[in-house]
Structures are given as structure tokens and as C-alpha cells.
């Protein structure tokens, strides 16, 4: 039994006690008493309306929790799917090959020389080949030992106007030969004091 059932019993009962009570003690006030039939219908109605509103109250809750149930399948249904964007590859350096034994050596050799003197780019390849690396190592070996050129242009600059003197244009001759470029030529002489 549900509890708002067995309180209003538990009422009823106290009124039906009270009621016999009191009709024991004074049979004259009759309008005191309390029929068994009237209290019988009344217990009746009371448990009948109150099953109905217990009813009534049980489906309201049925249909709450049909309600919830309903719109949690719709919040966990899948969302649409979304058009994937995927980004572009990102450019990325190819893996430089690897050295090999030949290069490794030129490479070395070319910082050795460039530290003893100075050197333009081709007359650097020239004296690799000179000392028998083959002509794609010479190139390597001068690619790769971090020369400024331009730096070493001055450098032989200073070194001829040391030794002996030159004209501006004798030494830019003599730059050129050597296999500066033009305008590394030019930048020699000018740090040469020209």
C-alpha cells in the first residue's frame, strides 16, 4: 500500500475510534456520532480518489520519463557528419642524400685550404681536382665549406697589394684570373683600398 493510502486509513480510523468513543459516553448527541455507513463511504471515496490521483500522478512521472528518455536519444544520436578539411602537406626539405666518404674529405680539405689562404670558388674546385678528388667532389667539397666568397675576394685583395704593388686594374686582372667574379673582384679591390 502506497502511503498517502495508510494515512488517510490511519485518519479514518482514528475518526471511527473517536467516533465510538464518543457515542459510549453521551448517546444523546446523536449529531456527534459518527454512522459506520457514512464513515464506511467515506473511507471509500477517500481511497478511491486518492488511487485515482495516485494514477493520474504515475503517469504524469510515465510520461516525464518517456519525455527524457525521448530527448536523450535525440542529444545522443550522431551528430551530421562534418565535411573533413585536411591541410595541405606541409613543404618539408627533401632528406639531403648522405655524404659519402669522397665528399666528407673534400669538404674538409676545402676548410683547410680557405683557412691557409685565399681562394675564389672555381680556383678552390681546381686545386680539389688538383689533389685528385673526382670533378662532382670538388664541387661538393667547395658547396659546402661555408666560404663568403666575397670575403675571401678581399682577402686575396690585400695579399697581392702585400706582396707587390698593383694597379687597381692589375688587381682586378689578377682577382679574375684567380676566378672571382666580376663583382667579387670589384668588392676585393675596394677593401684593398682602391
Known amino acids: 500500500m502506497k502511503k498517502s493510502t495508510k494515512v488517510v486509513l490511519g485518519v479514518v480510523g482514528i475518526l471511527i475510534i473517536g467516533g465510538a468513543a464518543a457515542g459510549n459516553g453521551d448517546k444523546e448527541s446523536s449529531e456527534k456520532k459518527i454512522s459506520k455507513s457514512s464513515v464506511s463511504t467515506s473511507v471509500t471515496t477517500t481511497v478511491v480518489n486518492t488511487r485515482e490521483k495516485t494514477k493520474k500522478d504515475d503517469k504524469k512521472v510515465t510520461t516525464t520519463v518517456a519525455e527524457t528518455e525521448a530527448a536523450t536519444e535525440k542529444n545522443t544520436e550522431k551528430p551530421t557528419e562534418q565535411p573533413v578539411t585536411t591541410e595541405p602537406p606541409k613543404e618539408t626539405e627533401p632528406p639531403k642524400p ?97
Request: hydrophobic share 40%.
Open 98 to 194: 648522405q655524404e659519402s666518404l669522397s665528399q666528407r674529405n673534400a669538404v674538409l680539405a676545402a676548410k683547410n685550404y680557405i683557412s691557409i689562404m685565399a681562394f675564389s670558388y672555381d680556383g678552390l674546385v681546381k686545386q680539389l681536382e688538383f689533389e685528385k678528388y673526382p670533378h662532382e667532389d670538388a664541387v661538393y667539397g667547395a658547396d659546402n665549406c661555408g666560404a663568403d666568397w666575397f670575403a675571401e675576394a678581399a682577402e686575396a685583395a690585400k695579399s697581392y697589394v702585400d706582396i707587390m704593388p698593383m694597379s687597381r686594374d692589375e688587381l682586378i686582372n689578377q682577382l679574375k684570373f684567380e676566378g672571382f667574379t666580376d663583382e667579387q673582384a670589384e668588392h676585393g679591390v675596394q677593401a684593398a683600398g682602391y
